[in-house]
């Protein structure tokens, strides 16, 4: 797996340890479905892009993953994005993925440049399991301290 995460209740917070491959499409889709099942109810989904991962997933796997949403949005009540870093092409990126929120105009698609703030804003659905989540990917070293600024 080309990604770490860590669960509690209804959060999921996931950090990107590589570029995702196509083999991580299908395990993702799984993780967020049983996630789903066992809280019985939609999660909350955070996902991290620390400023090491710096290649972008191939053709295949984009595909993949864009095939692949729908169903990721139907277990999930939310995503918060966490892009790190703040060199140009991070810039870029997180402008690209701010069109992408602006485009899907269900307000369930977030965008932040530091982990701290993503968590705060997906605490207001579920405050415990979020903080919980955040607490055991922080303890297990997932998490990378980046000094950004806060939501972009």
């Not at 864009?66 to 990126?93: K, N, W, Y």
Request: charged share 20%; aromatic share 6%.
């Amino acid at each position: 797996m080309s990604f770490r995460f860590k669960t509690s209740g209804r959060a999921i917070l996931l950090v990107w340890e590589t570029a995702p491959t196509l083999a991580d499409v299908g395990e993702l889709q799984r993780i967020v479905g049983s996630a789903r099942k066992a809280a019985k109810e939609r999660v909350i989904f955070i996902g991290v892009v620390p400023p090491h991962v710096n290649t972008y997933p191939g053709s295949e796997t984009r595909s993949a993953m864009s095939q692949g949403m729908p169903l990721l949005a139907e277990h999930c009540e939310a995503f918060h994005m966490v892009i790190q870093g703040t060199d140009l092409q991070r810039s870029l990126l997180r402008g690209l993925m701010r069109a992408l929120v602006i485009i899907s105009r269900g307000g369930r698609l977030h965008l932040y440049a530091t982990v701290e703030a993503a968590v705060a804003a997906a605490s207001e659905f579920a405050s415990s399991d979020v903080r919980n989540a955040y607490a055991a990917a922080d303890l297990a070293g997932l998490l990378v301290r980046t000094g950004d600024a806060a939501s972009s």
